[in-house]
């Protein structure tokens, strides 16, 4: 009996690199991922080796195909990209060089470039145009900075051989052998790059970072005839047919299809992205503007979207740096050895606040403590520290749409903590659904790969798969005890605000 067509996925993301085959159901057929180092060499400053990005996720292949039979793999039809987005990468066209280190999207180094660019009174046009926010958050000031800082891009600039490219473009570029250089609308959407009505590049916003046009990624769709990946490397021959940044594809892969639906993943940040149609909805209050996906036409689905720079590292702050914890898991068992966190409340600003705030000088802060705090209330208060977060993310959104959520889908490692999404539910007044499996990212652009390739004829057919092996999580305070919270939290947060100022 013939194997049923799969779908390759490669999840690139901030820690490590996934690749993942799914079925046309969307159902997880075998994964394999492989660790990345994140460098941290100053205060505020995050960046990786671009080289060992692209290994990390080769070697993430390579494991995969391992793993399949020999009939599994010549299954592979299609291939979809995914990956950690804003965070940017140049190198040189002729021979594919980095010009220096990749800035992560957490990086803060560019705070007082985009302090600059907003006394110059460039925000307001900025943020039209884009949708988004002057901050250090995204591409634009992470290019210029390398421009100005790196004498390897200042070089290739001079000599005309750079190219731009977040990490969807760069892996693409390493799978064709630099056979094409592009990028997707959803991830172009995260760079301060593209106007979000047009979808096309913004060439005056090019030439205020003093990148020339020429350096800039071709600009494709979300699906479509993306080349194929080249002899020598894994699962070779196969056609990569999705592009997609990794929180749009979570919103994808949890069939957030409708206006109005949202999710929230909880990575190594975490993101609430609310599905708002055809329709660009504008919020005044911190929220952003985004592509979600496009069809192969390049017709858009937008989304407004809540941005948390530490989620998952907050655990892993609890394991690594206070060292109370030997396993993420253990932060949950921790956790659970208290009734409450007994008034300890943890901001997690580590690397500054994204939404609503945009502070990149906010540092994260433990408030509360007493002479009974014990290990206990820290791991509640850490998880409670995050979902409180996302819940102020869901206040602001909820106001935009002019509408409850409703429901809340949540994926990603963090999501299999019971604690965090308990306290997701009490926080928000929301029912939090968990799906069977947390892959969502991979999942998603799998589903793009799919309908590209003809597998998945239409996608809105597996929406009822949504709650099929789900848990929910129903809210368990009373709305004035929640308000009493929420009032709390809101002035732990303020005082952590403009901490390195």
Known sequence: ?????????????????????????????????????????????????????????????????????????????SCGI?????????????????????????????????????????ESDWRHR??????????????????????????????QDICFGTVDSWLHWQLTAGQRHCTDMSNASRTLLMDLERREWVEPFCDIIGLPTHALPELVPCRGDFGAIQSGQPFSGVPIQALLGDQQAATLGQLCLRPGEAKCTYGTGAFLVVNTGQEIRRCKAGLLSTLGWTDENGSPT?????????????????????????????????AEEVEDAAGVMLVPAFTGWGTPHWDPSARGLLVGLTRDSRRGHIARAA??????SVATL????????????????????????????????????????????????????????????????????????????????????????????????????????????
């Open 383 to 388: 998880l409670e520290g995050i979902a409180l």
């Open 1 to 77: 009996m013939a194997e049923q067509p799969l779908l390759l996925a490669l999840d690139q993301g901030t820690s490590s690199s996934r690749a993942a085959v799914f079925n046309a159901a969307g159902q997880m057929v075998a994964t394999a991922s492989a660790p990345l180092a994140i460098q941290y060499p100053a205060d505020g400053w995050v960046q990786q080796d671009p080289m060992a990005i692209w290994e990390s996720q080769r070697q993430a292949m390579a494991s995969l195909e391992q793993k399949l039979s020999p009939e599994q793999r010549r299954a592979v039809i």
């Open 130 to 159: 884009t949708g988004l926010l002057l901050d250090p958050y995204f591409s634009a000031s992470k290019i210029r900075w390398l421009l100005l800082n790196e004498s390897a891009a200042s070089q290739a600039l001079a000599e």
């Open 394 to 501: 869901v206040t602001l959104a909820e106001k935009a749409m002019g509408q409850s959520l409703g429901e809340l889908a949540v994926d990603g490692g963090a999501a299999a903590s019971n604690p965090l999404l308990q306290a997701q539910a009490n926080s928000t007044g929301l029912t939090v659904r968990r799906p069977a499996s947390l892959e969502s990212t991979a999942r998603g652009v799998a589903l793009m790969a799919g309908m590209q390739s003809g597998l998945i004829k239409n996608i809105n057919e597996l929406v009822p798969q949504r709650h099929e092996g789900a848990e929910l999580f129903m809210p368990k305070l009373e709305s004035s005890a929640r308000e009493r919270w929420r009032s709390r939290w809101d002035e732990a947060v303020t005082r952590s605000l403009h901490w390195g100022d």
């Open 82 to 122: 995914t990956n950690q987005r804003e965070t940017t990468v140049l190198w040189r066209r002729s021979n594919g060089e980095p010009c220096g280190p990749a800035l992560v999207w957490q990086d803060g180094r560019t705070a007082d470039l985009c302090a600059q660019w907003k006394q110059e009174g460039l």
């Open 302 to 334: 937008y989304c407004l979207e809540g941005s948390l720079f530490n989620a998952g590292t907050v655990v892993q702050w609890l394991r690594d740096g206070l060292g109370i914890i030997e396993s993420a898991e253990q932060v949950n068992v921790l």
